[in-house]
């Protein structure tokens, strides 16, 4: 079945060190985007992607970065200048043919990452 | 972004119908009204979307007003399995800028079904 896979489903992060989230989609999807929620919270976009080889920040990318070398992977870095890491980490892809607000977006399971 | 305001939470029993409503009265004419859930430790999942006229997939019905300012999603038969925050959601059909396809989730409708 089609749909989007993220590794590791849990991730330990000692200080001062980077770690990359995976996140993989055979969905033939050309928007990938990188979603942060925290307990309680929606929501928030990290960074995004609409085709290969370009990508935007969305609206926290500070402390983090990413990259679109494969339309259907989207690596996510989470890096020691981002302080407060312990977050939920969400991937999503859509279409983006007949207009965004026309396409649903599909989210993998998600990614939690915590602090030693 | 056009904002929504959706019940904080609901209750409902399993197998009786559950309408989850959602107030979005400066909706723009571009806008489709997309809908998500949300279950505990997993990702967001795609319910279903509309624009102007009712719509019925497998999962559920939306049923949009006439003026388009408020929107009902319809689980039709409610099991446990459909315990989960609900998510309202209006998104531009030509969305660009920093906003270029993103969703903005706000607090959404947390349901609750009882055996």
């Known amino acids: 079945d089609g749909g989007i896979t993220q590794s590791p489903k849990y991730l330990f992060r000692k200080e001062g060190q980077n770690v990359t989230l995976s996140c993989e989609q055979n969905?033939?999807?050309?928007?990938m985007y990188w979603y942060r929620q925290d307990p309680g919270q929606g929501l928030r976009l990290i960074y995004y992607?609409?085709?290969?080889?370009?990508?935007q920040k969305g609206d926290i990318a500070e402390g983090y970065s990413v990259s679109r070398e494969k339309k259907e992977s989207f690596p996510l870095t989470v890096t020691s200048a981002q302080k407060n890491p312990t977050a939920f980490y969400l991937c999503?892809?859509?279409?983006?043919?007949?207009?965004?607000?026309?396409?649903?977006?599909?989210f993998g399971d998600g990614t939690r990452l915590s602090i030693l | 972004d056009a904002k929504t305001t959706q019940p904080n939470s609901m209750e409902s029993n399993e197998e009786e119908p559950v309408h989850l409503p959602c107030n979005h009265s400066?909706?723009?004419?571009?806008?489709?009204i997309h809908w998500y859930r949300q279950l505990p430790s997993q990702g967001p999942e795609y319910v279903i979307h509309?624009?102007?006229s009712n719509v019925n997939n497998r999962m559920a019905s939306l049923a949009i007003a006439e003026d388009r300012k408020s929107s009902t999603l319809i689980l039709h038969r409610a099991t446990l399995r459909d315990a989960a925050v609900y998510y309202c959601?209006?998104?531009?059909?030509?969305?660009?800028?920093?906003?270029?396809?993103?969703?903005?989730f706000g607090q959404g409708t947390i349901l609750t079904v009882h055996p």
């Open positions: 969905l033939n999807h050309d928007a």
């Open positions: 509309g624009l102007t």
């Open positions: 999503a892809s859509s279409m983006d043919s007949g207009g965004w607000g026309n396409q649903p977006q599909h």
């Open positions: 992607s609409q085709i290969v080889n370009d990508f």
């Open positions: 400066t909706i723009s004419g571009t806008d489709y």
């Open positions: 959601i209006l998104r531009d059909l030509n969305a660009g800028g920093t906003s270029y396809g993103k969703l903005t």
